[in-house]
């Protein structure tokens, strides 16, 4: 498995505004997955977005996928406070594999 | 998809004791994978939990600290050795692979053991 990097680290905004952050990686993927970590609690599956596929939407949330750059994004619309957490990005190779996680972009969402 | 439980949801611990974590899914999984967060880190695979064989365990971790078992396609334990206060995190299951095989392609995580080793 790969890891991915996510970036930025850290990102700050108004409830209200949207939220985009930014995963790469290195080798080609079947899939990559997107996922929410609110403070010492489990990891919340948000999205997985195929390596034939370039967008895709799931509420709020809008995940691009760009496999020549080797780069995927996570848009959140409108964000609450309730989006607070990190979230992380898992290149996957085989289906059903290992993940291998990055630090992950941790998001402040201010009421 | 897939719903996980864990048990216990947390606990603390004294050193040189173990604990049993046990992870439940709700339905037929192919993959389950046990993984660690220590405090302020990402996340970092710990073993993979094969049906009915040995687990198989990635770089650092061992048999002997962290043995495995998984009886059947829904459960799955993990068990955390001879503790020492290195060993206070977040434990994590993952499952994979829905059955039959392709149902679905996603990873879900249960919602974590959180140990705390004094």
């Known amino acids: 498995s790969q890891q991915g990097e996510e970036d930025p680290q850290a990102l700050s905004i108004q409830e209200g505004e949207n939220a985009t952050m930014n995963c790469s990686y290195k080798t080609s993927i079947n899939n990559l997955q997107w996922y929410r970590q609110n403070s010492g609690r489990g990891l919340v599956h948000l999205i997985l977005?195929?390596?034939?596929?370039r967008e895709k939407h799931s509420g709020r949330l809008r995940v691009t996928l760009d496999t020549s750059k080797k780069s995927s994004s996570l848009l959140i619309t409108a964000s609450r406070a309730a989006d607070t957490a990190s979230y992380f990005c898992a290149p996957g190779g085989t289906s059903y594999g290992k993940l291998t996680f990055g630090q992950g972009t941790i998001l402040t969402v201010h009421p | 998809s897939a719903v996980i439980s864990q048990k216990p949801s947390r606990d603390i611990c004294q050193r040189g004791t173990s604990l049993t974590i046990q992870c439940q899914v709700d339905?037929?999984?192919?993959?389950m994978f046990w993984y660690r967060q220590q405090p302020g880190q990402s996340l970092t695979l710990i073993a993979t939990?094969?049906?009915?064989?040995?687990?198989?365990?990635e770089s650092g971790f061992v048999i002997d600290k962290f043995p495995i078992s998984r009886p059947n396609l829904t459960f799955s334990t993990l068990t955390v050795s001879n503790m020492s206060p290195e060993d206070s995190s977040i434990y994590l299951c993952?499952?994979?692979?829905?059955?039959?095989?392709?149902?679905?392609?996603?990873?879900?995580f249960g919602p974590g053991t959180r140990l705390t080793v004094l």
């Open positions: 993952s499952v994979g692979g829905g059955v039959p095989r392709g149902s679905y392609n996603e990873q879900f």
């Open positions: 977005i195929r390596s034939n596929e």
């Open positions: 939990a094969n049906q009915g064989s040995e687990a198989t365990y």
């Open positions: 339905s037929q999984v192919t993959m």
